[in-house]
């Protein structure tokens, strides 16, 4: 079963996105657009897992006990660098909250053989992908004009905002991969604490 960790969105927030969606795709017809419905933060990318594994998984989640936070996804960016595009993303925002769960979500999951993410978390929202798709630089990149006319509306505006919301849980998803996409579902969900006044 191939799984990951990751914070669901508010509808309000998915709305902002997708309405931007509908806009940027005229600007970059030729890359591939993410749905708006399969939209989330992702904490922890734990890959294939025998379907046994799972309620280990699920019982070391549960022993996070933070508090919750807020997110705001504001600002957009290219990966590996503007020149050489190959996903587009959303930036999002937030206080120490959110590096506090991705840190325990890794802690927690190496207790049980699962190993933790070499890369620095960098959280975003990935809204389109062209070619592979990796977002690190590689030998051989080249300029890539798909997202240029993408660029130059973004670079005409100001700076997108799609709203904040609170981080109250978040959730172990199964990923099903298909002709038609990726298909999330939810199989697990963790509590954060309400922050005290």
Not at 115 to 140: D, F, I, M, Q, V
């Amino acid at each position: 079963m191939r799984l990951f960790v990751a914070i669901d969105l508010d509808d309000a927030i998915r709305d902002e996105i997708r309405r931007f969606i509908d806009i940027a795709r005229a600007f970059a017809p030729e890359v591939r657009w993410v749905q708006a419905e399969s939209l989330h933060v992702t904490l922890k990318f734990i890959g294939e897992q025998p379907d046994a594994k799972v309620h280990e998984v699920q019982k070391a989640l549960s022993s996070i006990s933070l508090n919750s936070f807020q997110l705001l996804f504001r600002g957009c960016g290219f990966f590996p660098t503007p020149r050489a595009a190959r996903v587009f993303w959303v930036g999002i925002e937030a206080d120490r909250g959110l590096g506090e769960l991705q840190t325990a979500v890794e802690q927690a999951l190496e207790k049980i053989s699962i190993p933790r993410e070499r890369r620095a978390y960098s959280p975003h929202l990935t809204l389109a992908r062209e070619g592979s798709g990796a977002p690190r630089w590689r030998k051989g990149d080249h300029l890539n004009q798909r997202f240029t006319g993408l660029q130059g509306y973004l670079a005409a505006n100001t700076v997108p905002e799609f709203g904040s919301m609170p981080a109250r849980e978040f959730f172990l998803y199964r990923s099903q991969l298909s002709r038609q996409g990726s298909r999330y579902t939810k199989i697990g969900r963790f509590a954060l604490h309400s922050a005290k006044n």
